[in-house]
């Protein structure tokens, strides 16, 4: 067993010593049922029952006596995933049943349409699927599903054996990949319950985002190809000649659909399918719904929409489907596709498009980031013109010159990125990007310094980019919260000349703000109310708004509540600031330069002299925070407090806040609409608060309200 993260207590129904003594055959059934509920429970559901060393035993316990005992071996044996001998290429294999393609759906009249073409077919009133109360009674009932960013397969189970998996191909011949598919640890190898003579599965091989990650990670250390996403990974992964290429690859798979199906009734619905498929042992995604209407499926599809870059693993967009099979039937298909379902996509996350330069820009600490100015693609949602590189390291790593057609992805928030070059679209002629050797905004020398992925401007402060980003860093939400101070203002005023430092903030007025070129005297008096507002603030913030190299939000609040006063934190040397929460030697570093340097203590006198003020406290070194060591998840919507309360009271008592249930995870802290880190959680027996015990914690542990200085 090579998992990493079966990660769980002992299960106590999984005896492994003091067996009562069994023949061998007796044993090895045994081992092969045990091995199979824990397969199950570890990679369907998601919840591991049993630590990896014990795992490991009863697996090898079982190698051991199917090599005494070769008479007993059989295909389905967990040891059997192992990957057998390379192939020479693959078989075609005819579908039985054709693999039919989906039609697509993007917009909400789709939608309708396709629910009045449903209604309309089966025979119901033309207006049915809309919202009136004649109508809702003929609605027609639909399975909404997630359409998986993955490769559709095709697993043919005999008498509950797997005995093939083949890929979509045209949908009517594919490539028999069995040997690969077998090594999908998701997928059984054998069924549970009674099974049919003949079962088809339909459904997706596709990569978790965080295996992709870890996989992606461990070919770069190895100087082996990575991959440009999930899906191409599960696709390179899966067209493996060496089945033993593919064990090493974390696959995994959903089922959606039905294929042959001999020996049995079908059920009367699609989701009752599913369900039995999840019965059998099958993973089956549970994010999925059962809708009436038109309405229902856009609802469905905001939902989703909503959750997607939550999710973890890609998909681009959800699929309706008449959910009773009988109605599917009586609608048929049109020429490859069925009529009774319907793919409705999301905006793409990647597409292609041409880097049209690459130009450099200067961040808040100096950095120089190079960019990919291209021209303007829509994907994400959004139309994107730039996309960031990173540093010089990667675009020689991604081999991204002018002129090549790339890919480009944006998902949810995320800055968008060049992930990839198109090789065979690279145009003669295309340039490589070189590194100024000289700021383009000050001229001052770039330099990087060995051990470095980062080069830097080392113009300080003199540089105007940097100004900037120092006045943008200090005015965000999360420091001074100086609302309406954004990039156009900040632009102008420090090219004008007219702020140098944050301290300058706090001398302009609203003539001077209303000068500005687009600043209604309205806007200007509301900027000046804000920067007015921003002198009271809390310590942890302004030391955050400082903007010191390293020091982010979390940084910032352990050292408010360990240094308590300013003053403190100023003189303090290394020694002192190591003995702060997670601050290590480069940290403690960045701050005794900060403050050693002249400039920013000049600056820091200008701000209280302009009146900047905070609560300060006792140093808190004396009372160790409550909750420190403890880590919490929050989840769905509290009943009073906002997300980012909860979270800054629990952090103010020393506990960390992640955003993933682990097992690791001391406790999840539940609201309205919690959704999968609560069952998590469940599953792995974290305990769970709501609010109110969350408050009860806090209070029992002597924690104070949120914004306090301990
Ligand atoms: N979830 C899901 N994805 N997907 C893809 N269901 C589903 N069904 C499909 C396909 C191609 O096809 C059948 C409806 C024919």
């Given at each position: 067993?090579?998992?990493?993260?079966?990660?769980a207590q002992?299960?106590?129904?999984a005896?492994?010593?003091?067996?009562?003594?069994?023949?061998?055959?007796e044993?090895?059934?045994?081992?092969?049922?045990?091995l199979?509920?824990?397969?199950?429970?570890?990679?369907?559901?998601?919840?591991p029952?049993?630590?990896?060393?014990?795992?490991?035993?009863?697996?090898?316990?079982?190698?051991?006596?199917e090599?005494?005992?070769?008479?007993?071996l059989?295909?389905d044996?967990p040891?059997q995933?192992?990957?057998?001998a390379?192939?020479?290429?693959?078989?075609?294999v005819?579908?039985?049943?054709?693999?039919?393609?989906?039609?697509?759906g993007?917009?909400?009249?789709?939608?309708?349409?396709?629910?009045?073409?449903?209604?309309?077919?089966?025979?119901?009133?033309?207006?049915?699927?809309?919202?009136?109360?004649?109508?809702?009674a003929?609605?027609?009932?639909y399975?909404?599903?997630l359409?998986?960013d993955?490769?559709a397969?095709?697993?043919?189970y005999e008498?509950?054996?797997?005995?093939?998996?083949?890929?979509?191909?045209?949908?009517?011949?594919?490539?028999?990949v069995?040997?690969?598919?077998?090594?999908?640890?998701a997928?059984?190898?054998?069924?549970?319950?009674?099974?049919?003579?003949?079962l088809?599965?339909?459904?997706?091989?596709?990569?978790?985002?965080?295996?992709?990650?870890?996989?992606?990670?461990?070919?770069?250390?190895?100087g082996?190809?990575?991959?440009?996403n999930?899906?191409?990974?599960?696709a390179?992964?899966?067209?493996?000649?060496?089945?033993r290429?593919t064990?090493?690859?974390p696959l995994?798979?959903?089922?959606?659909?039905?294929?042959?199906l001999?020996?049995?009734?079908?059920?009367?619905t699609?989701?009752?399918?599913?369900?039995?498929?999840?019965?059998?042992g099958?993973p089956?995604?549970?994010?999925?719904?059962?809708?009436?209407?038109?309405?229902?499926?856009l609802?469905?599809?905001?939902?989703?929409?909503?959750?997607?870059?939550q999710?973890?693993?890609?998909?681009d967009?959800?699929?309706?489907?008449?959910n009773?099979?009988?109605e599917?039937e009586q609608?048929?298909?049109?020429?490859?596709?069925?009529?009774?379902a319907?793919?409705?996509k999301?905006?793409?996350?990647?597409?292609?498009?041409?880097v049209e330069?690459?130009?450099?820009?200067?961040?808040?600490?100096?950095?120089?980031?190079?960019?990919?100015?291209?021209?303007?693609?829509?994907?994400?949602g959004?139309?994107?013109?730039?996309?960031?590189?990173?540093?010089?390291?990667?675009?020689?790593?991604?081999d991204?010159?002018?002129?090549?057609?790339?890919?480009?992805?944006?998902?949810?928030?995320?800055?968008?990125?060049?992930?990839?070059v198109?090789?065979?679209?690279?145009?003669?002629?295309?340039?490589?990007f070189?590194?100024?050797?000289?700021?383009?905004?000050?001229?001052?020398?770039?330099?990087?310094?060995?051990?470095?992925?980062?080069?830097?401007c080392?113009?300080?402060?003199i540089?105007?980019?940097?100004?900037?980003?120092?006045?943008?860093?200090?005015?965000?939400?999360?420091?001074?919260?100086?609302e309406?101070?954004?990039?156009?203002?900040?632009?102008?005023?420090?090219?004008?000349?007219?702020v140098?430092?944050?301290a300058?903030?706090?001398?302009?007025?609203?003539?001077?703000?209303?000068?500005?070129d687009?600043?209604?005297?309205?806007?200007a008096?509301?900027?000046?109310?804000?920067?007015?507002?921003?002198r009271?603030?809390?310590?942890n913030r302004?030391?955050?708004?400082?903007?010191?190299?390293?020091?982010?939000?979390?940084?910032?609040k352990?050292?408010?509540?360990?240094?308590?006063?300013?003053?403190?934190l100023m003189?303090?040397?290394e020694?002192?600031?190591?003995?702060?929460?997670?601050?290590?030697p480069?940290?403690?570093?960045?701050?005794?330069n900060?403050?050693?340097?002249?400039?920013?203590?000049?600056?820091?006198?200008?701000?209280?002299?302009?009146?900047?003020?905070?609560?300060?406290?006792?140093?808190a070194?004396?009372?160790p925070?409550?909750?420190?060591g403890?880590?919490?998840?929050?989840?769905?919507t509290?009943?009073?407090?906002?997300?980012e309360?909860?979270?800054?009271m629990?952090?103010?008592?020393?506990?960390?806040?992640?955003?993933?249930?682990?097992?690791?995870?001391?406790?999840?802290?539940a609201g309205?609409?919690?959704?999968?880190?609560?069952?998590?959680a469940?599953?792995?027996?974290?305990?769970?608060?709501?609010?109110?015990?969350m408050?009860?914690?806090?209070?029992?542990?002597?924690?104070?309200q949120?914004?306090?200085?301990?």
């Amino acid at each position: 067993m090579n998992a990493t993260h079966r990660g769980a207590q002992a299960d106590a129904s999984a005896p492994v010593g003091g067996l009562p003594p069994a023949s061998a055959a007796e044993r090895v059934q045994w081992l092969r049922e045990e091995l199979d509920r824990h397969n199950h429970q570890y990679y369907v559901l998601d919840a591991p029952t049993i630590p990896d060393a014990e795992y490991d035993a009863l697996f090898s316990e079982l190698q051991a006596l199917e090599t005494e005992h070769p008479e007993l071996l059989t295909p389905d044996s967990p040891t059997q995933r192992v990957g057998g001998a390379p192939l020479s290429a693959f078989d075609t294999v005819r579908h039985r049943v054709p693999m039919l393609s989906l039609n697509n759906g993007f917009s909400d009249e789709d939608v309708v349409g396709f629910d009045r073409r449903c209604a309309q077919g089966l025979g119901r009133s033309a207006a049915a699927g809309e919202q009136d109360l004649f109508s809702a009674a003929q609605a027609v009932e639909y399975a909404s599903e997630l359409k998986f960013d993955g490769l559709a397969m095709s697993l043919r189970y005999e008498d509950g054996r797997l005995v093939q998996a083949a890929t979509r191909g045209d949908g009517e011949t594919g490539e028999d990949v069995t040997v690969n598919v077998r090594t999908i640890k998701a997928i059984p190898l054998k069924l549970r319950g009674a099974a049919p003579p003949v079962l088809e599965v339909r459904g997706e091989v596709f990569m978790y985002r965080r295996d992709f990650d870890k996989l992606n990670a461990r070919q770069a250390e190895a100087g082996e190809k990575t991959f440009v996403n999930p899906r191409n990974a599960a696709a390179g992964s899966l067209r493996q000649l060496d089945p033993r290429i593919t064990a090493r690859r974390p696959l995994s798979f959903f089922a959606y659909g039905l294929g042959e199906l001999q020996g049995m009734e079908r059920p009367a619905t699609h989701s009752a399918m599913l369900d039995g498929f999840a019965a059998m042992g099958l993973p089956v995604c549970q994010e999925r719904a059962v809708v009436k209407g038109a309405q229902g499926l856009l609802d469905f599809y905001r939902k989703v929409g909503e959750k997607r870059d939550q999710l973890p693993y890609d998909i681009d967009g959800v699929v309706y489907k008449v959910n009773a099979l009988a109605e599917q039937e009586q609608l048929g298909f049109v020429s490859r596709a069925p009529r009774f379902a319907l793919a409705h996509k999301f905006p793409a996350q990647e597409m292609t498009t041409i880097v049209e330069d690459i130009e450099v820009q200067v961040g808040r600490t100096g950095a120089i980031t190079p960019v990919a100015r291209l021209q303007p693609v829509f994907v994400g949602g959004v139309t994107v013109t730039n996309a960031t590189l990173h540093n010089e390291d990667e675009v020689r790593r991604k081999d991204v010159h002018i002129g090549d057609t790339v890919i480009v992805r944006r998902a949810g928030d995320v800055i968008p990125e060049v992930v990839a070059v198109v090789p065979e679209r690279r145009p003669e002629g295309a340039r490589a990007f070189v590194m100024p050797v000289t700021c383009p905004v000050c001229g001052s020398h770039i330099e990087r310094l060995e051990d470095e992925a980062i080069a830097r401007c080392t113009g300080g402060l003199i540089c105007a980019a940097q100004r900037k980003q120092a006045l943008l860093h200090f005015a965000q939400r999360r420091a001074m919260d100086i609302e309406g101070l954004g990039d156009k203002v900040v632009e102008q005023v420090v090219d004008q000349g007219i702020v140098h430092t944050p301290a300058d903030l706090y001398k302009l007025g609203v003539a001077k703000l209303a000068a500005l070129d687009r600043m209604a005297d309205k806007s200007a008096g509301n900027l000046v109310a804000a920067i007015e507002a921003s002198r009271s603030t809390t310590f942890n913030r302004f030391i955050f708004a400082l903007g010191i190299r390293h020091v982010g939000e979390a940084t910032a609040k352990d050292l408010a509540r360990h240094f308590g006063k300013l003053d403190a934190l100023m003189v303090a040397d290394e020694a002192a600031l190591l003995e702060v929460n997670d601050v290590g030697p480069v940290v403690a570093q960045s701050i005794v330069n900060f403050f050693g340097e002249p400039h920013n203590v000049e600056v820091i006198e200008q701000l209280r002299a302009a009146g900047v003020h905070w609560a300060e406290s006792e140093p808190a070194a004396r009372a160790p925070a409550p909750l420190a060591g403890k880590t919490f998840v929050l989840t769905g919507t509290l009943p009073t407090l906002s997300r980012e309360t909860a979270k800054e009271m629990l952090e103010a008592a020393g506990a960390k806040v992640a955003g993933s249930v682990s097992k690791k995870t001391d406790y999840v802290v539940a609201g309205a609409e919690a959704g999968s880190k609560l069952d998590k959680a469940e599953a792995l027996g974290v305990p769970v608060l709501d609010e109110a015990g969350m408050l009860a914690l806090l209070e029992s542990a002597g924690a104070g309200q949120p914004g306090e200085q301990p």
